[in-house]
């Protein structure tokens, strides 16, 4: 059974940073393609990131050039840095694995493997 955990989620101030993490198990870590996700209250699920298994790196628009997302094999775990985040950042944030469908409504979505989530607040 694939796990994907969450870490590293919490409260912080405009401009402040947070690292979260996901370490999972129960799949090829370093063959796999991982993602990370946000959804917010009355927002659909929004891809934020994508971590290819050759180490290949896609942001969206709103996370370039503040967030950068890596991976450590070893650790069986990705990471997303994010820096000058923005009250417009809160919400809960997921990894995911094996997704076919990349552009889900909600978060966690019915297909993939995907972990429990961990809340980023942003307060101005």
């Known amino acids: 059974e694939v796990q994907l955990v969450e870490s590293g989620g919490g409260s912080v101030q405009t401009g402040g940073s947070l690292r979260l993490s996901c370490t999972g198990s129960?799949?090829?870590?370093?063959?796999?393609?991982l993602y990370w996700y946000r959804q917010a209250p009355g927002n659909e699920c929004q891809w934020v990131s994508t971590?290819?298994?050759?180490?290949?790196?896609l942001y969206e628009d709103f996370a370039k050039g503040r967030w950068t997302a890596s991976r450590d094999n070893a650790k069986s775990t990705v990471y997303l840095q994010m820096n000058s985040l923005k009250p417009e950042d809160t919400a809960v944030y997921y990894c995911?694995?094996?997704?076919?469908?990349?552009?889900?409504?909600?978060?966690?979505?019915?297909?993939?493997?995907w972990g429990q989530g961990t809340q980023v607040t942003v307060s101005s």
């Open positions: 129960g799949l090829t870590f370093e063959t796999t393609t």
């Open positions: 995911a694995a094996g997704l076919y469908d990349l552009g889900p409504r909600t978060c966690p979505a019915p297909s993939g493997d």
């Open positions: 971590i290819s298994r050759n180490g290949g790196l």
